[in-house]
C-alpha cells in the first residue's frame, strides 16, 4: 500500500478502469463447492485473476489435546499465498507477519458465522491457499471458505461474504485488482454477514474522510447481494443434476 | 478461558448493560495517560505510555541501510512488537504471536497512512537512507493496549534525534537534528460488549468483550482502521466510533506531542 | 405421497426459513425470524430442514458399526470415524470379548459430555470388510422402512450392516456391485425417485454380467 510515485500508472482512462470496469463493478466471480475429496468441506474460486482453494477439515479432535475447550469447538485459521502466486518474484514459503494477521482476522469471521458450541471439544481446520493473487485474496479467500464450510455441514450462523473498496483519487471504486492496490492509497477490505449487514472484518489503511467510509460500507453491501448470489448459485449446483431445471426431480 | 474468567466475564457484562464500568468511567472516557520521553539513553528516541496500569515502552533506533527498489529517495519505516513475559501471566516466550504481529501492523499501518514521517527527509546520498525501527516492548497489561501503544510509538518518534552522518556512517554520539514529522496520528480501540460500545477497555472489559475496533485519524481524515475478535459491528456503530475518534484526537495530539 | 415439489428447496446457513420465531430442527432464531444453520433442504409442507452434509451427531439409540481400537481393563475404545471419545463398557454379562481390529456392530447407549459415545450390546462382524459414507446420506442409503438396502442386498446376495455414524459392513455376495450401488446412492441422495431408480440399475448391472 501507498507505493512509490515513481512511474505511476494512469488508473482511469475515459471514466473506466484499466481492466475496463466502473467504479462500483466487481470483478467476474466464479465459485466451484465441494472439489476436493479428502477434506470435510472445500471450494475453489476464481475472482478476476485470483485463484483460490479453500478447505475445511473437522470437527475433529483438538491437537494437542490441552487446547481443547469443553463448552465449544476451537477453530483454527490459516491463509497462505503459494510461492509461486505472484507476478513478482519467488515468495518464501511459511507464513509472513501479512499472512499471520490475515490468518488471524480471517479466524475473526468464522468464530462469529460458525456455531461453535455444536461442536463441544473438537477442533475444526480452515485453509485458505492464494495459488494466484491478483489484489483482493483476503475477501477473495473468506467467500470461499464460506462456501467450503457449508460443505462440511458445519453449523453456521450465516454465510459470510468479502470484498474491498479503495480510492483512485478522489473516487472509492469496488474490488481492486492488484494494479490498482499498488498504486492507490487506501484500501478498505470487509467482510458482511448477508442476513443482517454486520461487519465483521474491516481493515483500512490510507485517507478517507468519514463519510467516504460509510459510503465504501454501503458500497461493499451493494455488491454483496451478487457475490452471495454466487456462492448459493455454486452450493446449489452440487445438488441438481446436469440437464434439470433448478427445482428438484419430483417424484 | 478458565472457570474463573468466564464467572468475571459475566459480571462485567452485567455491569456493562447497568451502563456502569467497573473503575467508574463513562463509556467514552480515557484513562489517565502520562507519557515520558527520552527515559532511554542509547536508542535515538524513545517513550513509555502509561494508560491506566497498562504500561507500554516504545524505543526508536535508526539504521543505515538501502532504500528498496520502488521508493529510491524514501527512507523506510518498521514497527515490531513484543507482548514480554513480564507483562502478564498469559504472555509466554516464543515467536511473535498472531496478536503481537497485529499490533504492530496496525500501529504501523496508522503512522504510516498517515504520513506521520517525512520519509523524504531520511535520504542520506545515492543508495543509503535511513530505516526508523520502532519496537512496541509491552510491560504491564492493562487493556487497549493498540491505542497505548500507537502513543508510545508516535511519542518516540517526536522525541527522535537522526545522528550525523560521515564518511558514510552513522556517528550515534553525536544527535542535532529532530527526525522531521509532518503528521500526528492518534488511534482511539473501542470494545464492543452485546449493543454497548465503550472507548479504552481495561483488562478486566477485555475479558468479557465480543468485539474491538481501532480506528486511526489525524484529526480530518481516517487514516487505518482494525475491527478485531469475532464480535461484528453495524454501520451505525463504525460511523459513531469514527466521530469519536475524530474528537479525540486534539486531545491525544496534546498527550503525544506534550502541548 | 403427494409432495408440491415447488415447496422443496435448498436452502444455505443464514437463509431465511420462517418470518417468524419457530422451532425446526437445524434452524435458529434470530430477531424474531427462523433462519437455516445448514445447507439443505427445507420442505415447507413438513416444515423440516434435513442437511444435506455434516458429521455424525450421536444420539442413544443410534445403531453404529466400528472398529475396536484398543483393549484396557473393562473398557474397548473404538474408531466411529467420530471426533469424540467412543467405547464399549464390559459389563457382567456380555458373551464377546473383542480384539484390536475386531469390527462390531452396536447402539448409542448414551453420551458423555456431550461428545464422548458409550455403545452397548456390541456384536462382533466376522469376515467382510467395512466402507465409509457420508453420515448425512446413511438415511437415504437405508431407505424409508429398510426399502433401498433391502433391494440392494436382495440383488446382489450381500449381507448388508449400516452404522448411523457413516461406517457400513459388508459381506458375501456381489459385495462391488454393493459397494458400487451404496457410493452412487450416496452421489444422489437428494434426488426423488431414487428406490427406483437403483433398483433399475442394479437389474441393469446384473443383466450386463448375466450377457
Known amino acids: ?251 | 478461558m478458565e472457570a474463573m474468567d468466564i464467572v468475571e466475564a459475566n459480571y462485567i457484562k452485567e455491569i456493562i448493560a447497568k451502563g456502569l464500568r467497573d473503575d467508574g468511567r463513562k463509556a467514552m472516557d480515557y484513562r489517565n495517560i502520562k507519557v515520558t520521553k527520552g527515559v532511554l539513553g542509547n536508542a535515538e528516541g524513545s517513550a513509555q505510555v502509561e494508560l491506566g496500569m497498562t504500561k507500554v515502552l516504545a524505543g526508536v533506533k535508526l539504521s543505515i541501510e538501502e532504500p528498496m527498489d520502488d521508493t529510491p529517495n524514501l527512507g523506510n519505516f518498521m514497527v515490531s512488537a513484543e507482548l514480554l513475559p513480564l507483562a502478564s501471566e498469559n504472555y509466554e516466550t516464543g515467536p511473535p504471536s498472531p496478536e503481537s504481529i497485529e499490533l504492530a501492523r496496525v500501529v504501523d499501518r496508522g503512522i504510516r497512512a498517515g504520513n506521520c514521517i517525512d520519509l523524504e527527509s531520511l535520504l542520506i546520498e545515492e543508495g543509503k537512507v535511513w530505516t526508523v525501527f520502532a519496537d512496541i516492548y509491552v510491560l504491564n497489561y492493562d487493556g487497549n493496549l493498540f491505542d497505548a501503544a500507537s502513543i508510545a510509538v508516535m511519542s518516540a518518534l517526536a522525541d527522535t534525534k537522526v545522528p550525523k552522518v560521515e564518511n558514510g556512517e552513522a556517528k550515534r554520539e553525536e544527535r542535532s537534528a529532530k527526525l522531521k514529522l509532518n503528521n500526528i496520528v492518534s488511534s482511539c480501540t473501542f470494545g464492543k460488549f452485546n449493543n454497548t460500545i465503550l472507548l479504552d477497555t481495561n483488562a478486566s472489559e477485555e475479558k468479557a468483550m465480543d468485539g474491538r475496533i481501532t480506528i486511526a485519524t489525524d484529526g480530518k481524515a481516517i487514516r487505518a482502521i482494525q475491527k478485531g475478535l469475532k464480535g461484528g459491528f453495524f454501520k451505525n456503530e463504525i460511523e459513531d466510533a469514527m466521530n469519536i475518534a475524530l474528537e479525540k484526537h486534539e486531545f491525544l495530539k496534546g498527550v503525544i506531542t506534550g502541548e | 405421497m403427494l409432495i408440491d415439489f415447488m415447496q422443496r428447496e435448498i436452502v444455505v446457513p443464514g437463509d431465511v426459513i420462517s418470518e417468524k420465531p419457530e422451532h425446526i430442527e437445524n434452524t435458529y432464531i434470530y430477531s424474531n425470524k427462523t433462519y437455516s444453520k445448514v445447507l439443505g433442504i427445507y420442505d415447507a409442507a413438513s416444515r423440516s430442514l434435513v442437511p444435506l452434509e455434516g458429521s455424525w451427531k450421536p444420539r442413544r439409540e443410534d445403531s453404529v458399526v466400528g472398529i475396536v481400537t484398543e483393549v484396557r481393563n473393562k473398557v474397548y475404545l473404538v474408531d466411529l470415524s467420530y471426533f469424540g471419545k467412543s467405547f464399549i463398557v464390559v459389563g457382567k454379562y456380555d458373551e464377546y470379548a473383542f480384539k484390536e481390529g475386531d469390527i462390531f456392530y452396536g447402539e448409542v447407549k448414551d453420551i458423555e459430555s456431550r461428545k464422548n459415545v458409550v455403545i452397548k450390546d456390541a456384536k462382533k462382524l466376522d469376515g467382510g470388510m467395512i466402507i465409509h459414507v457420508k453420515p448425512k446420506k446413511v438415511l437415504r442409503i437405508i431407505g424409508k422402512k429398510s426399502t433401498m438396502v433391502r433391494q440392494i442386498s436382495d440383488i446382489t446376495g450381500t449381507e448388508i450392516i449400516i452404522g448411523l455414524n457413516g461406517i457400513i459392513w459388508l459381506n458375501g455376495g456381489r459385495m462391488d456391485l454393493a459397494i458400487k450401488t451404496i457410493f452412487k446412492i450416496e452421489q444422489e441422495a437428494h434426488n426423488r425417485g431414487l428406490t427406483d431408480a437403483i433398483k433399475s440399475y442394479l437389474e441393469e448391472e446384473i443383466r450386463k454380467e448375466v450377457i
Open chain 1, 1 to 251: 500500500m501507498g507505493g512509490s510515485s515513481l512511474n505511476k500508472p494512469t488508473l482511469v482512462i475515459n471514466g473506466k478502469r484499466t481492466d475496463g470496469r466502473d467504479f462500483n463493478e466487481l470483478r467476474k466471480i466464479k465459485i466451484t463447492a465441494a472439489p476436493l475429496e479428502n477434506a470435510s468441506g472445500s471450494a475453489y474460486l476464481e475472482w478476476g485473476n485470483n485463484k483460490i482453494l479453500a478447505a475445511v477439515y473437522g470437527p475433529r479432535e483438538v491437537n494437542p489435546r490441552h487446547l481443547a475447550d469443553s463448552t465449544k469447538a476451537i477453530l483454527k485459521c490459516r491463509y497462505a499465498m503459494a510461492p509461486f502466486s505472484s507476478l513478482s518474484e519467488h515468495g518464501r514459503s511459511g507464513p509472513n507477519r501479512r499472512a499471520t494477521e490475515i490468518s488471524k482476522v480471517v479466524k475473526e469471521v468464522f468464530e462469529n458465522a460458525i456455531l461453535l458450541s455444536e461442536f463441544p471439544g473438537s477442533q475444526i481446520e480452515i485453509y485458505i491457499e492464494i495459488l494466484q493473487g491478483d489484489g483482493g485474496t483476503r475477501a477473495a479467500g473468506i467467500t470461499a471458505a464460506a462456501v467450503a464450510l457449508a460443505t462440511s455441514g458445519i453449523q453456521m450462523r450465516d454465510l459470510p461474504y468479502a470484498v474491498s473498496v479503495g480510492k483512485i483519487g478522489e473516487d472509492l471504486a469496488l474490488d481492486f485488482n492488484m494494479i490498482e492496490d499498488n498504486y492507490s492509497d487506501s484500501d478498505v477490505p470487509m467482510a458482511i454477514s448477508p442476513r443482517n449487514n454486520e461487519v465483521l472484518l474491516l481493515q483500512m489503511d490510507g485517507h478517507m474522510t468519514k463519510e467516504e467510509m460509510s459510503k465504501a460500507i454501503d458500497m461493499a453491501i451493494d455488491a454483496g447481494k451478487i457475490i452471495s448470489a454466487e456462492q448459493r448459485r455454486a452450493l446449489k449446483e452440487l445438488y441438481e443434476l446436469r440437464g434439470e431445471s433448478n427445482h428438484l426431480k419430483g417424484e
